[in-house]
Each structure stands twice: as C-alpha cells, then as structure tokens.
C-alpha cells in the first residue's frame, strides 16, 4: 500500500501591490521564495524577520517546509504579503494556534495602499501654489 502524500495547503497573502502564494507541507523548517533561500532573497534582516513572523511566533519553524511565490511591489510590500500568507496557511494547519496569531495581529489584512493622484493638482493631496494676483 502506498503512502499518501502529505496535505498541502496553500494561501494567499496580499500587502500594497504585493500578492504572495503559499504553499505549506508538514516537513524539516525549509523555506523557498521564488525559488530562492530565504535569505537569498529578502537580503535586509528586518523584513526577513517580518516575513517569518508567524513561524517563529508559534514555534511552527521547524514543523513546515514553505515555498512561496510573490510578485509585485517592492520588498516591504513583499515581506508583509508573506507574513499574511504565512499565517493564514498556519491557521489552517492548526486551529489553535488562532489566538497567538490574532494577538499579534498576523491574520489582519493591512488595506493601507498608495492614495491616486487626482487631476488638477500635483499629487493625491497636494495643491499647486495659491497666489491671489
């Protein structure tokens, strides 16, 4: 009899312009993001830690290999779309761990994104000079 495959779940995280797809499966701690290390990739330490967060809070670091796909945005954008993904694919892991992450504030949505410039005037809310004559 063959033995079944393990369960993978897959998330999707959004930050910004970023969106990051994550993939969990029950493994050794492994962590791939476009098909790069961890630390290949997001090169500064503090997003670096952003983005594994969740892990590290639940002490999950060890339980799970992640590969993760992110596009769009910039680095920020990225590691915070990555932390979101994260949790959410633990939450679905475990149930319980739903009031560690929730305290923390891994699994809210940050919907904060760059304000559109509108017409007649330089930026989203900046005016153009006033002058009375």
Partial sequence: M????????????????SIARV???????KLTINKRELDGYITVPTLRLI?????????SDRKYDLTINVEGGGLTGQAGAIRLG????????????????????????DARAKERKKYGQPGARKRFQFSKR
């Fill in 2 to 17: 063959e033995t079944a495959a393990p369960k993978t779940i897959k998330t999707v995280g959004r930050r910004k312009t």
């Fill in 86 to 109: 994260i949790a959410r694919a633990l939450l679905l892991a475990s149930a319980d761990l739903k009031p560690v992450l929730r305290a923390k504030g891994f699994l809210t949505r």
């Fill in 23 to 29: 993939s969990l499966v029950p493994g050794t701690g």
């Fill in 51 to 59: 983005a594994v967060e969740p892990l590290t809070a639940t002490q």
